[in-house]
């Protein structure tokens, strides 16, 4: 076989290996560019890749090896059992965020309401938003996002989806109407601290989406203090925050009156959710 022959199956995996890459993520991405499932490869690890394929495929072992996140180069990712599409306009939807949706849905029935609403401040790809509105199809679920561009990208996969919800464009608690009530708030909001050094590690993913600048928590402080004013009485506000957050989390949410604090942790068993309830208005 001449040297210039394009690669086995096993050899361009073993190739993106010696680039650093984890197995399973370059069987994913030569799965996805062959259109084949991962059970195809392995038993095909001797079929040699037509050299089209072995050169895109190279192409894209070098933007992953560089950082690029491996949902990017597919244009899509799992969350929460459902398959979404997100580009460089979102930010790619981690495990971790499944804890709020999994608390969502633990709090939804607890409190009685026919048609609870529910509010996803900041919903990029619209994964929390979907997952909610998915699970639980008696929600009147809004969703809301800076960047037209971001809700262009959620808006398609809720079609896609066949999952009805309402959208609003603008800053956080500003892209609703005033008298807009809510009876669950859910945000994974940007809350990296401005000088984090794991900042330029995500340097491929919309950079309002992973901090506030600061001490990471401005956004935060500002959908904790807005809350009330958009909270049904007895109404919930549950947040995503960086691990070592919890207790300035727990301390605005303390301030802004709200009470029942508690807190979820992560699969890595780190606290990673805070959230609280208010009595609403007098």
């Known amino acids: 076989m001449s040297p210039d022959a394009p690669p086995t199956v096993a050899q361009a ?18 799965g996805h560019l062959l259109q084949r499932p991962r059970t195809w490869l392995i038993a095909h690890d001797d079929d040699r890749l ?6 895109a495929f190279a192409a894209d072992c070098a933007r992953l090896a560089a950082g690029e996140p491996l949902a990017y180069l597919v244009g899509e990712r799992e969350f929460h059992g459902l398959t979404l599409k997100v580009n460089p306009d979102v930010l790619v939807p981690r495990p971790d965020t499944e804890t709020l949706v999994d608390w969502a849905l633990d709090l939804l029935p607890t409190l009685d309401l026919d048609r609870p609403r529910v509010l996803d401040l900041g919903t990029g790809s619209g994964a929390i938003a979907l997952a909610v509105a998915h699970r639980c199809p008696g929600a009147a679920v809004t969703a809301t996002d800076l960047s037209r561009a971001a809700l262009t990208v959620a808006q398609a996969n809720a079609a896609r989806l066949s999952l009805a919800l309402e959208w609003a464009e603008g800053t956080w608690w500003q892209a609703l109407a005033p008298d807009a009530q ?19 590690a995500l340097r491929h993913e919309p950079l309002l989406a992973l901090t506030p600048g600061g001490d990471g928590l401005g956004a935060l402080r500002e959908i904790i203090h807005g809350a009330p004013a958009h909270l049904a009485a007895g109404g919930w506000l549950l947040l995503e925050h960086g691990w070592d957050q919890q207790p300035a989390v727990s301390a605005e949410l303390q301030r802004a009156g709200f009470g029942q604090l508690a807190t979820r942790r992560d699969i890595e068993g780190r606290p990673r959710c805070t959230g609280g309830q208010h009595p609403g208005l007098a």
Request: aromatic share 6%.
């Open 13 to 30: 995996l073993d190739q993106a290996r010696r680039l650093g890459l984890d197995r399973l993520d370059a069987q994913w991405l030569l």
């Open 182 to 200: 809510f009876d669950l708030v859910l945000s994974n909001p940007p809350y990296i601290a401005g000088d984090d050094p794991h900042l330029p």
């Open 50 to 55: 037509a050299a089209p394929a072995a050169q």
